[in-house]
């Protein structure tokens, strides 16, 4: 968990170094390169936050990803309780882009005009959700995710809150949960993901539960006479 923005006393330590790099520094040319490394990890008391997602917009997310075999990206609409501090994926859908093998690429026109063209404003007020495929790769966020990141907070109003997410083809996902108005980024280790039913059933646990339960696996396949010989152990 970190903050996105530092706070008044870090801002003073870093004017102090410098001020303190520009009476100190030879110059030899006219640029000036200053680099200040700054501690924005938090520590709170405060509880995890969960992320639900409906059955509907995690089947789709699973399709896009299962179904391409380059990079693609969706948005989503959230409803979320302060609160209580949880949000819930309700449904997820495609917007104009370009697909590649590790990039996708939008088309701002295009966007904007896709975007104008939401005729449903429930869907067009609670669009707080932008996810994409790694597709065969690791789910940790790219130089190029995370500058991207950035440059959309930049735009976001300092009330308001914004989730990404990263799926792979194996079912891995990466979340941040980036809250401007409590100045924190939630990483994935910080967050709980949940997969619910219309009977707000956790899908993800429940099938977990049911392989620790149910699945086992040979751990000595042969024994002294080359035939197996099973001794078994929970799968999980």
Not at 35 to 49: L, M
Request: with cysteine; glycine share 2%.
């Amino acid at each position: 968990m970190k903050n996105i923005k530092i706070n008044d006393q870090t801002k003073q330590d870093i004017i102090t170094r410098f001020t303190q790099y520009l009476n100190n520094t030879k110059f030899t040319d006219n640029r000036i390169t200053f680099t200040a490394d700054i501690e924005n990890a938090v520590s709170t008391t405060e509880k995890k936050p969960t992320v639900y997602i409906s059955t509907l917009a995690y089947l789709k997310m699973l399709l896009y990803v299962r179904d391409t075999d380059v990079e693609i990206a969706w948005h989503g609409t959230v409803e979320r309780n302060q609160a209580q501090n949880w949000y819930h994926i309700k449904d997820v859908f495609l917007y104009p882009q370009t697909i590649r093998a590790t990039t996708v690429d939008t088309d701002q026109e295009k966007y904007q005009e896709w975007l104008q063209n939401i005729e449903d404003d429930e869907v067009f007020n609670n669009i707080r959700f932008q996810g994409h495929s790694h597709v065969n790769m690791s789910t940790a966020p790219s130089g190029t995710d995370l500058n991207m990141y950035s440059n959309f907070l930049q735009v976001l109003p300092n009330n308001d809150y914004y989730i990404f997410m990263i799926m792979n083809k194996l079912g891995s996902i990466t979340c941040l949960i980036y809250d401007l108005a409590k100045n924190l980024i939630y990483e994935n280790a910080d967050i709980n993901i949940k997969v619910m039913t219309p009977h707000t059933y956790d899908l993800i646990n429940t099938i977990n539960e049911e392989k620790t339960k149910y699945c086992e696996k040979p751990v000595k396949p042969y024994g002294y006479t080359g035939k197996p010989v099973y001794d078994w152990e929970k799968y999980y």
